[in-house]
Nanobody, 125 residues
Framework: QVQLVESGGGLVQAGGSLRLSCAASGRTFSSYAMGWFRQAPGKEREFVAGINWGGGSTYYAEFVKGRFTISRDNAKNTVYLQMNSLKPEDTALYYC??????????????????WGQGTQVTVSS
């Protein structure tokens, strides 16, 4: 099972950008579909974006379409989330997750096998 470590969070003004990274340990990273989720205080964890094994298929939550881009570099065992045009409502703890049993992944958090510890994103108005 892969171990996941997120980085790249921080404080940014509304309209700004951040790029989150998720580094995976282990030699099986390329066989995991990957996803990004987020959780704001008092709210449930929600799906943000997903990507398949090879990186050729991506999908997004409606509220980030056109603003966020998920990508991966299997040679570096890393998945990224480029976040542009950030809004205060994007403030949350962002997690990356790995899905071992599916080529494409899932929008359901319960389907994921491995999780990072999260990185905080705070967007000020």
């Amino acid at each position: 099972q892969v171990q996941l470590v997120e980085s790249g969070g921080g404080l940014v003004q509304a309209g700004g950008s951040l790029r989150l990274s998720c580094a995976a340990s282990g030699r099986t990273f390329s066989s995991y579909a990957m996803g990004w989720f987020r959780q704001a205080p008092g709210k449930e964890r929600e799906f943000v974006a997903g990507i398949n094994w090879g990186g050729g298929s991506t999908y997004y939550a409606e509220f980030v379409k056109g603003r966020f881009t998920i990508s991966r570099d299997n040679a570096k065992n890393t998945v990224y989330l480029q976040m542009n045009s950030l809004k205060p409502e994007d403030t949350a703890l962002y997690y990356c997750a790995g899905h071992r049993r599916s080529y494409l992944g899932s929008r359901a958090a319960l389907d994921y096998d491995a999780w990072g510890q999260g990185t905080q994103v705070t967007v000020s108005s």
